[in-house]
């Protein structure tokens, strides 16, 4: 006789952040119990149970909202994961005990990921996130449950969508340089480009539009300037 599990369907949300220079990621600081203060800040990504009769695209811009007050981001699934022991850690335990009817249930969360310009968000804590933050790709700490693994898998997934399908202008400002289109590219691909080459196929693409104008107010040889216009 089968023993069919008791398990509980979750969804997380990686939020990817150009801030001009460097690629980010949206962090929550879970909310600890008093007893467990003294156990330091716990960060995670957004996420949390899908509800009984939800989508998983509501659930996913529901968990956002709440979580973070983030809403009309489009938000990519990309990959599911359902590891029996991705939530059951001693240090997950503890916090799930605190806010889950079941702590030990097995947990498969859908993840989900964005990429957004963080001039143009203002994430603000709520519900049992205490704050949120954002975190270069690079100084990302240890995650609750798999959330490392998950933000690893969305960058994959983002770094393929770059090189297929030439997204990420809608990062940039209004008018922009090459050499700006080439410093987001190489953050998210997290490597060096030849400029030679990467400059040949950018002009090559029919969405990008070469204006008659140039930087202003630059300490260097200003650049030409350029537009996205998006097919």
Not at 60 to 68: F, G, S
Not at 98 to 122: C, G, W
Not at 203 to 210: A, G, H
Request: aromatic share 8%; charged share 30%; hydrophobic share 40%.
């Amino acid at each position: 006789m089968n023993n069919y599990a008791k398990i509980n369907v979750s969804v997380d949300c990686v939020i990817f952040g150009w801030d001009g220079e460097h690629l980010n990621v949206l962090l929550i600081e879970q909310k600890r119990a008093k007893k467990n203060k003294h156990l330091g800040p716990r960060y995670a990504i957004p996420g949390d149970l899908v509800l009984e009769n939800e989508g998983l695209d509501d659930a996913a811009n529901r968990i956002l909202k709440e979580l973070t007050k983030l809403e009309g981001i489009y938000l990519r699934q990309f990959e599911a994961f359902g590891n029996p022991s991705r939530v059951k850690e001693l240090k997950d335990q503890d916090w799930l005990k605190e806010y889950r009817e079941e702590p030990d249930a097995h947990v498969i969360t859908v993840a989900y990921f964005s990429l957004v310009r963080m001039d143009m968000v203002n994430p603000e804590a709520s519900s049992f996130a205490s704050n949120t933050i954002w975190v270069e790709m690079h100084n990302i700490p240890d995650l609750a449950f798999d959330h490392n693994l998950i933000i690893n898998k969305a960058l994959l997934r983002l770094q393929q969508n770059v090189e297929q399908k030439s997204i990420g202008f809608e990062l940039l400002p209004e008018k922009f340089t090459l050499t700006q289109i080439q410093n987001l590219y190489e953050a998210i691909l997290d490597k060096g480009l030849d400029k030679r080459n990467f400059r040949k196929s950018i002009k090559k693409l029919e969405t990008i539009i070469p204006l008659n104008e140039k930087q202003v107010g630059v300490t260097h040889k200003p650049g030409q300037l350029f537009e996205y216009k998006p097919s």
